[in-house]
């Protein structure tokens, strides 16, 4: 008995080190259409038709966020990383030279055959060195003149081990390295396929879970093999019927669920295609396969090096896969599987910089533009390298090579000047800065309220004269949307400092009644709020940056339950008469949304009432032709904004004009009396977008689409010549919608629609535009539309 157990245990820890080797490569370019036909139809069923109901937004941060968490993880082991260090570390930009160096004399030190000896168990030592070499940019069939390749083939012909079997075919998988690797792989490829239970459609082992996972993941890059996508199509649909669990994760009778085999699971199917984001074939009440590993926080420090690596590297195969790439990761010399990803990759990063460069304080504005305009060449030139690149590893290495120009483009600095008070006048209490040295264009461009620093001549700090403005009670509900702080008076000192709350996920996130808005001695638009949790009270920075309504108040159609624990349906509007209790990721078909007090109800087609709060249900569909947008948080009316650093909700500049806060550059404001207007920009388009009798007009559809919903769809004729951003903001004046922007030609930028705002530099949160499904390479003023082109803005959160 003690034999038995000892073995079984022995199994357990072999498998659970072995899901180390993930790999796939699905639908490549080269492979036969029929067998992209066979996976794509395949897939498809279980992929889920997602685009109704998948949260994607709120996961994709989260799986960001987790990405960083891991790589941090990492990078603090030092000189101790190793092969799959390396894996982990390419995919997140993150690697240097000098880590490169460190997992060069890694895998020499632990390699079998390089190090002297034979191969390791099952081939474990030989394919996390492949990945790592390849990785790092070495020639595994040349390592101090040993080929480590031709080792691989050697116990191929002849496999140790069923688990020898995947992974060899995983090492070989990674590259072409000559016709003895190919006639290896395709050998290997057909044992592993006659392994295949007939009757399951899944492996069998002693942990079938983990098995069946690497073998998915070793079809997935050999799909262009005889057998190979029937098989993959096969086991896919398998891991649906026999090991999906409810909550997320995967199981099966003989062996109890554990976060090893959900990461190695949910690699395998984010490689063969799958969109792990969301439930596997149409399974709503499930959870999802990435929110289930997100769930068990793999990430964390203190876990172990091997479960870091493993979930860092899933997380990246899954937003890889969603993100439009094709394949396993680990498929780096393959046809272009990575490509699609990689151009992803770099226009994010080529955004990430724009807005570094564009909210530097010191920057001149001839000096922003030409860092900006500099951003987009470059961007421009990647682009066309990643496009034209034939494998994975070189489009690795293009996108690489991109971010790190990104990184080296800076911006001069003016020479400080003399301080110059600009004259004020007060008007109904709101003190309004004229500054002379820019006066002249404030008129004429929005793009010189949009730069802090457009005018060499700093700007000073407004004064507030009189008494504070004070706004009527406008009593509402709002949840914090990062860091806020709470002060027991208006006067934000801190000493008078309460509480801070930390930036949460949208389950978690504080809620808060505003029971009034008024603007500080010190001049900050703020709240006075009553914490919903604890009953304390107190003041607050207030805007759209910090806050937004906590509750649904738009015409919702349909939504997804978000809340772990689930909600209830109720038979009256008071949530009393409970009907039923409704699962973690349902989605369900909304009436309208009821008005109740200041936390609104939603009225199911089935008659019944549900909560709509945000923490609990995500809106996934909304009527187009309604005036569908996240209402405004309400905000304190004054306009003038300051340049002095407030006591700090989030530590940046304190503004109401945009989540992106900037310093006002001396143009004129008026007070906006409506405590939910989000103020606006002056719009001065470079091209006229109002067809004249004599111009020759275009016309280009506009859809505009945030938290899974499309806010607005239609077209607008402009004049020929106009740009992508002329016609936004025609489009944005002839649907009524709150448009703000900064900069103008080159260096314009969507700050926000309606609410849905950018966030501040080095996030991701903000709006991205196509054109005819391609994300240009350069701004929205500079990009000339042709007649009938269809623009896409989405927010990505």
């Known amino acids: 008995m003690k034999r038995k157990q000892f073995l079984y245990w022995l199994s357990i820890v072999l498998g659970i080190f072995l899901i180390f080797f993930s790999g796939g490569n699905s639908s490549r370019a080269d492979t036969a259409s029929d067998v992209n036909s066979a996976i794509s139809t395949g897939l498809t069923e279980i992929a889920q038709q997602g685009s109704q109901i998948d949260s994607g937004a709120d996961t994709a941060l989260d799986v960001d966020s987790a990405i960083s968490a891991g790589l941090a993880e990492i990078v603090q082991k030092g000189s101790k990383i190793d092969a799959w260090d390396a894996t982990c570390l390419v995919f997140g930009d993150r690697i240097t030279d000098l880590q490169a160096q460190y997992v060069y004399k890694s895998i020499l030190k632990n390699n079998d055959f390089l190090s002297g000896g034979s191969q390791g168990l099952n081939g474990i030592s030989d394919v996390s060195a492949v990945n790592g070499l390849v990785a790092i940019g070495k020639d595994p069939t040349n390592v101090n003149g040993k080929n480590l390749v031709a080792n691989i083939v050697k116990d191929a012909n002849n496999p140790a081990s069923h688990y020898s079997i995947v992974n060899d075919l995983e090492a070989l998988s990674t590259g072409s390295y000559g016709q003895a690797s190919e006639t290896a792989r395709t050998s290997l490829t057909k044992k592993l396929i006659g392994m295949q239970d007939q009757k399951t459609g899944l492996w069998n082992g002693l942990d079938k879970v983990d098995y069946t996972a690497r073998a998915i993941l070793a079809l997935s890059m050999n799909t262009n093999q005889p057998g190979a996508a029937d098989a993959l199509n096969t086991a896919v649909k398998a891991v649906s019927n026999h090991f999906y669990q409810e909550n997320g994760g995967f199981a099966d009778s003989s062996n109890a669920e554990n976060a090893y085999d959900d990461v190695t699971m949910t690699n395998a199917l984010a490689s063969a295609g799958v969109n792990v984001y969301v439930p596997l074939k149409g399974k709503t009440d499930y959870v999802a396969p990435v929110q289930r590993v997100l769930d068990q926080h793999p990430v964390s420090a203190g876990n172990s090096a091997m479960l870091i690596q493993q979930a860092t590297w899933a997380f990246e195969q899954a937003r890889f896969t969603r993100n439009g790439g094709k394949g396993s990761i680990f498929a780096f010399n393959q046809t272009d599987a990575a490509k699609y990803g990689e151009i992803v990759s770099i226009k994010a990063a080529a955004i990430t910089k724009k807005w570094s460069i564009i909210d530097d304080p010191q920057a001149t504005a001839a000096a922003q533009s030409d860092a900006l305009n500099l951003v987009d060449q470059i961007l421009a030139t990647y682009v066309s390298k990643l496009s034209a690149d034939s494998t994975s590893s070189a489009a690795i290495a293009d996108r690489a090579a991109g971010v790190t120009a990104f990184n080296h483009v800076t911006v001069s600095h003016a020479a400080p000047a003399t301080p110059v008070t600009p004259p004020t006048v007060t008007n109904n209490n709101v003190t309004v800065v004229n500054n002379p040295a820019s006066s002249s264009s404030a008129s004429s461009s929005s793009a010189a309220t949009s730069t802090s620093s457009s005018s060499s001549v700093p700007i000073s700090t407004p004064t507030v004269s009189g008494k504070p403005v004070k706004k009527a009670s406008h009593r509402s509900i709002v949840y914090a949307l990062t860091t806020v702080k709470l002060y027991r008076s208006s006067n934000f000192t801190k000493s008078n400092l309460t509480k801070t709350y930390k930036k949460r996920a949208r389950i978690n996130r504080p809620m808060f009644l505003v029971i009034s808005q008024q603007t500080n001695k ?24 910090y806050f937004a309504h906590a509750y649904y108040s738009a015409k919702v159609t349909r939504i997804k339950v978000i809340n772990p624990k689930g909600i209830n349906e109720y038979g009256k509007v008071n949530l009393t008469s409970k009907k039923r209790h409704v ?33 609990l249900i995500l809106a996934t569909k909304i009527k187009k032709s309604s005036q569908n947008t996240r209402p405004s948080t309400p905000t304190a009316t004054t306009t003038g904004t300051s340049t002095s650093t407030p006591p700090t909700n989030s530590g940046s500049t304190a503004t109401t004009t945009s989540s992106k806060p900037t310093a006002t550059t001396g143009t004129t404001t008026t007070t906006n009396n409506s405590p939910s207007a989000t103020p606006t920009l002056p719009v001065a388009p470079t091209n006229p977008v109002t067809p004249s009798n004599d111009a020759k007009t275009i016309t280009t559809t506009i859809s505009i689409h945030a938290d899974g919903a499309t806010i607005r769809s239609g077209s607008i004729k402009v004049n020929s010549g106009a740009s992508a951003f002329d016609a936004l903001q025609a489009f944005a004046q002839q649907q009524g919608l709150d448009l703000t922007h900064k900069g103008s030609g080159a260096t314009t930028y969507v700050t926000g629609i309606n609410g849905y705002n950018a966030g501040p530099a080095g996030t991701m949160t903000g709006w991205l535009y196509s054109v005819n499904g391609t994300l240009p390479g350069s701004s929205m003023g500079v990009y000339t539309l042709k007649d009938g082109d269809s623009i896409s803005m989405t927010y990505n959160k």
């Not at 010190?522 to 940056?545: E, P, W």
């Not at 008005?595 to 089935?606: A, C, D, F, I, K």
């Open 522 to 545: 010190q001049g900050y638009a703020i709240y006075r709020v009553k914490d919903m949790n604890s009953g304390k009270t107190g003041y607050t920075l207030s805007g759209s940056k």
């Open 583 to 615: 699962k973690k990721n349902a989605s369900l078909s909304v009436r309208k949304v009821v008005n109740y007090g200041l936390s609104n109800r939603m009225q199911l087609t089935n008659g019944r009432y549900i909560t709509a709060n945000k923490k």
